[in-house]
Nanobody, 122 residues
């Protein structure tokens, strides 16, 4: 079991930056892929980014490549999402997720956090 708690959401102007954090507790954090999804009002939950156990492999949705960066700190059981050049279209609830395989991680991971809201004003 893995418990995930997000923080760092808020309101920011277009072009600004935010850094989301996810604190994980439970067993074997290092064995999980970690990632982020987002869900805008009235829309489905979409994959944003993921990272493997070592941080050597990262995966991004096309819509955030070059603007968002995912990183993890295994010593602190945390994963971060640095979001730069934010656009109003990035407005959504952002959810931390974990899974043992990248295939499930990108589609329907086993573990979810409660989410944190990001609002980008134009």
């Amino acid at each position: 079991q893995v418990q995930l708690v997000e923080s760092g959401g808020g309101l920011v102007q277009a072009g600004g930056s935010l850094r989301l954090s996810c604190a994980a507790s439970g067993r074997s954090f290092i064995s999980y892929y970690m990632g982020w999804f987002r869900q805008a009002p009235g829309k489905g939950r979409l994959f944003v980014a993921a990272i493997n156990w070592s941080g050597g492999y990262t995966y991004y949705a096309d819509s955030v490549k070059g603007r968002f960066t995912i990183a993890r700190d295994n010593a602190k059981n945390t994963v971060h999402l640095q979001m730069n050049s934010l656009e109003p279209e990035d407005t959504a609830g952002y959810y931390c997720a974990a899974d043992s395989t990248i295939a499930r991680m990108r589609v329907n991971p086993d573990y979810w956090g409660q989410g944190t809201q990001v609002t980008v004003s134009s």
